[in-house]
Structures are given as C-alpha cells and as structure tokens.
C-alpha cells in the first residue's frame, strides 16, 4: 500500500513537473525586466544589455554536475558570442556569495545574478517550486538587442546549451543582415 501511495506520488510530480512548462515565454514577446545582483555585489537589469544580443539563462544550484557542464560551456564559447556581440548571465536563486565562489571556482567570465527571492525566474517561467523547495529550471533565452525573446530554449541539454545558442546566433545574424526578422 505504502509503495503505491509513493508511485501516485512521483507520477503526480511528473505530470506537474511536464506540465509546469508549458506557457512559457515564446518568442516575439517582450523580455521581463529584472534587476539583480551579480556575483561582485552590483545590480543589474535587462535594459542595461539594450543594443545587445543576451543569451538569459537559469540553471538550478551552484557547483552541481549539470550546471558546472552548462557554465563551462558558455565560459568556453564565450569569445564566440562576444563576437557575435552577444552577452551571457546566468540566473539562479544561489546567494551572491555561492555565485562568487561558484564563478571564481571555474573562472566564469560573465555575470552569475542572485534570484534570491525567485521572482525573476517565476517571471520568465523557469522556476519550479515544490513548497519548501525552490530551483530555476535549466532554460535559456536569447534576447534581441531591442529586448524580444528570439529564441527560448526549455529544459535545455547542459552540454549542448552554449553551442546551441552560438549556432543560432550565427543564424539570426545572417538572417539580420539581409533584413529577415525569424521570430
């Protein structure tokens, strides 16, 4: 009896947690806007990356397995999308300190914000919130230099994620110069 009271329960998290992500951001829409503190202590909002490309993404903790992968990733790739004139934050409810150590640890060289209080991940639909247990869910969003979501990527492959945005952003750059909005 126990163990079916237990499998009820885990199938009732699945279906919640599939479910949860629907109604996401899509693109087209305006970017909420946010205002949060980096890993150094300093406020940032979205206005402040206007005339850019952003690549927005929320992982779940600091120096786990996947989110060390998917850091790594985009601290690898970071040239690239500096090239591209893209910029990269990364989102997730860690204090500032875990963002500090966690940034430092790996020698992330872009901006790691404290969503303490889990709004902004609410906001952009990535946060899944089971009571007394918060986490950012794993998605990104690339952000046009007007601030519209080009592209969301949901429940993103850590490995793949920084690559993933790369190859778009080539794209839409393309697309870009000759005068074709994709999204």
Known sequence: MVWLFI????????IWFYLSGRGSLAPGQLAP???????NGELHSL????????????????????????????????HKLKALDAEVVGISIDTVDSHAQFAKKFGLPFR????????????????????????????????????TIAKAY?????????????SDLERLKISEVNGIKEY
């Open 7 to 14: 499998i009820i329960i885990v199938l009732v998290l699945i």
């Open 33 to 39: 806007d946010f205002e949060l503190a980096d890993q």
């Open 47 to 78: 206005t402040e990356f206007r005339g850019k490309w952003l690549a927005l993404y929320f992982y779940p903790k600091d120096d786990t397995p996947g989110c060390t992968r998917q850091a790594c990733g985009f601290r690898d790739g970071f």
């Open 112 to 147: 790691l914000l404290a969503d303490t209080r889990a709004e902004t991940a609410a906001r952009y639909h990535s946060l899944l919130n089971l009571g007394i247990v918060k986490f950012a869910k794993r998605n990104t969003f690339l952000i046009d230099p007007l601030g």
């Open 154 to 166: 949901i429940s993103v492959n850590a490995t793949r994620n920084a690559a993933d945005i790369v």
